[in-house]
C-alpha cells in the first residue's frame, strides 16, 4: 500500500470522491438549522427576492452550505411556503403577490385573536415585559441584520401567545404564517417605518391577557392586525418602490 503524505502544511487538495461523499453525507442537525436559518433570513430580507430561480448548486456556492444540508433546509422552506418547486427542476422564491398578503393577514385574523383569547391569564407579566421589551428595542432602518433582529422578536412575542393557547397544531400554523408575514413586515420597513404601529398594538393585548379577559384578547389582537394590514396596504398603493421590492398585483409569476 502507497501512503502520500502531506508536508506542507497545507490541507491536501480534495479528490472528486471526498468532494461527492462530502456532498451526500447527511447533515448533522445543527448543520440543517443552520443552513435554514441561514436562507430563510436571505429570504424575508429580499437578498434572495420573490421569484428569484435557487439550485442547491446555486445556494453552495452563494453561501457556501452543504448540499445534504441545502436539501434539509429547502424541504422546511417549501413547508412553510417560502419557496415553490414550479416543476421537478425548477424552485423559485415564493412570489409576494396582493393577493397572497391578502391571504396571509385573512389566515392571521382566523388563527391570532382565537388562540389570544385561549391564552388569556396564561402567560406571566416577567414573560410579557421581556418579550415587548425586545421588540421594542432600537433597530437601523436599512441594515438588514437589525431589521431581522427586530423581525423575530416580534415574531417570538406572537409565539409565545400561540403557545400559551395550549394547542400545538394552532402555534404551528401560527407559525407558517409569521414566518411568511415577516417577509411583508421587511417590505413595510422600506416603504415607511410602521414599527410603532407594531409595537404599540402590543399594550392593549398584554393587558387583557394578564387580566385573563378572553373576550378582550380577542377583540385587541383582531384590532392590531387590522392596523397593521391597513398601515401596509396604505404603504403598497402609494410607494413608488412596489415594482423594486418585487411584489406584483397579482398572482402570477411563473
Known sequence: ????????????????????????????????????????KAIVTHELRPGTR????FL???YGLRRAA??????????????????PKKTIVAPLTMESIRALFDLRT???????AKAAGRIDRATFKRLDDACRADFTLGDPHSEFAFLEANKAFHMAIAHAAGNRLQADFIEQVQDASMRIMWVGL???DSSDVWRHGHDDIIQALLEGDAQAARDKAQRHLK?????????????????NIEITMNAGIR
Open 70 to 87: 441545502i436539501r434539509d433546509a429547502l424541504v422546511r422552506l417549501e413547508e412553510k411556503q417560502l419557496i415553490e418547486a414550479i416543476s
Open 60 to 62: 453552495e456556492e452563494r
Open 110 to 116: 382566523l388563527l391570532e385573536p382565537d388562540a389570544a
Open 1 to 40: 500500500m502507497v501512503m502520500t503524505v502531506n508536508t506542507s502544511g497545507q490541507p491536501a487538495p480534495k479528490t472528486a470522491a471526498e468532494t461527492a461523499h462530502r456532498a451526500a453525507t447527511p447533515p448533522t442537525a445543527s448543520l440543517a438549522r443552520s443552513a435554514f436559518d441561514r436562507l430563510r
Open 54 to 57: 435557487i439550485s442547491e448548486r
Open 227 to 243: 392596523e397593521g394590514q391597513r398601515s401596509i396596504f396604505e404603504l403598497l398603493a402609494s410607494s413608488p418602490m412596489l415594482s
Open 190 to 192: 422600506q416603504l415607511g
